[in-house]
């Protein structure tokens, strides 16, 4: 939503000035220059990225139209989850996580929290983190290091998406520029006409540089930002869950396991203590 308002802001200020000004809007409009533009960016894309990238690229900017979806609630799923697990496993043994981690969608337990199933990343690295402690003979050091390298592995895929939206960005103006020179090109061939055909002609060139800088600094770099940051704050959620599974490896409390996944959260969505304590106590 925010994606939304500031883009609004953006047009508002930069046309609203213009009009201001006693700038003729219309004059903006050169489809031309959007076609120039457009189709390199976007041919630049494809050329630099695999089409495996290109589908993330697209995912990545369906979610920040959609906003970052954090909240306090859906780490105290988690916490409460991670809770859940650990008591059936001291209680019952190893072998009684075995028919939840395999069928997590049929689990009676993990049927409780919607916000986790539909995470299939979240999903895929508790289950196949519990598969190692079920099999058992890891130490609970080697664990964590794999966990780890797990995590490496997704951010590093991760951050290709961003990587590529803030090169497209960097490439915007030198692509504006591009469009302005082939209109000034257009315009050295009408010399010797009118002058009010030949400054609508420069006008028309000008507006190439404007679009690739706007677009550049005013939209795609933010765009890349935003992802970037919705992918920081997934990989944090993994690293909850990363130190709970490491912490009930090593035997720990069902209450000492959620603080551990606890500390992990950002301060802006980290529950306090207290409230993580009081639910527990109600389960």
């Given at each position: 939503?925010?994606?939304?308002?500031?883009?609004?802001?953006?047009?508002?200020?930069?046309?609203?000035?213009?009009?201001?000004?006693?700038?003729?809007?219309?004059?903006?409009?050169?489809?031309?220059?959007?076609?120039?533009?457009?189709?390199?960016?976007?041919?630049?894309?494809?050329?630099?990225?695999?089409?495996?990238?290109?589908?993330?690229?697209?995912?990545?900017?369906?979610?920040?139209?959609?906003?970052?979806?954090?909240?306090?609630?859906?780490?105290?799923?988690?916490?409460?989850?991670?809770?859940?697990?650990?008591?059936?496993?001291?209680?019952?043994?190893?072998?009684?996580?075995?028919?939840?981690?395999?069928?997590?969608?049929?689990?009676?337990?993990?049927?409780?929290?919607?916000?986790?199933?539909?995470?299939?990343?979240?999903?895929?690295?508790?289950?196949?983190?519990?598969?190692?402690?079920?099999?058992?003979?890891?130490?609970?050091?080697?664990?964590?290091?794999?966990?780890?390298?797990?995590?490496?592995?997704?951010?590093?895929?991760?951050?290709?998406?961003?990587?590529?939206?803030?090169?497209?960005?960097?490439?915007?103006?030198?692509?504006?520029?591009?469009?302005?020179?082939?209109?000034?090109?257009?315009?050295?061939?009408?010399?010797?006409?009118?002058?009010?055909?030949?400054?609508?002609?420069?006008?028309?060139?000008?507006?190439?540089?404007?679009?690739?800088?706007?677009?550049?600094?005013?939209?795609?770099?933010?765009?890349?930002?935003?992802?970037?940051?919705?992918?920081?704050?997934?990989?944090?959620?993994?690293?909850?869950?990363?130190?709970?599974?490491?912490?009930?490896?090593k035997d720990f409390s069902p209450m000492v396991v959620v603080e551990f996944a606890r500390k992990q959260i950002y301060s802006d969505y980290r529950p306090q203590f207290a409230k993580v304590d009081k639910l527990i106590r109600q389960k």
């Amino acid at each position: 939503m925010f994606v939304i308002i500031g883009s609004i802001v953006v047009l508002t200020s930069v046309l609203g000035g213009f009009v201001i000004e006693g700038g003729p809007i219309l004059v903006l409009i050169q489809w031309v220059e959007f076609l120039i533009i457009g189709g390199t960016s976007i041919g630049a894309l494809m050329i630099g990225s695999t089409p495996s990238d290109l589908k993330k690229i697209l995912s990545g900017f369906t979610k920040t139209i959609g906003g970052i979806k954090v909240s306090e609630k859906i780490y105290l799923d988690l916490l409460k989850l991670l809770y859940e697990l650990t008591t059936l496993y001291k209680k019952d043994g190893v072998l009684a996580l075995e028919s939840h981690i395999e069928n997590p969608k049929n689990s009676s337990i993990f049927k409780k929290y919607p916000t986790f199933i539909s995470n299939h990343h979240a999903v895929e690295l508790l289950c196949d983190s519990l598969r190692i402690v079920v099999l058992g003979g890891v130490a609970p050091h080697d664990l964590e290091a794999m966990i780890e390298s797990t995590l490496e592995t997704h951010h590093e895929e991760s951050a290709r998406i961003p990587m590529a939206m803030s090169k497209i960005g960097d490439s915007l103006p030198g692509i504006g520029i591009v469009a302005a020179v082939l209109g000034i090109v257009i315009t050295m061939q009408a010399v010797g006409g009118p002058p009010e055909v030949i400054g609508h002609k420069v006008a028309a060139a000008l507006v190439g540089t404007f679009l690739g800088i706007l677009l550049s600094y005013g939209f795609v770099q933010p765009l890349a930002t935003n992802i970037e940051i919705l992918s920081e704050y997934e990989s944090r959620y993994l690293h909850c869950i990363k130190a709970g599974v490491v912490a009930l490896a090593k035997d720990f409390s069902p209450m000492v396991v959620v603080e551990f996944a606890r500390k992990q959260i950002y301060s802006d969505y980290r529950p306090q203590f207290a409230k993580v304590d009081k639910l527990i106590r109600q389960k």
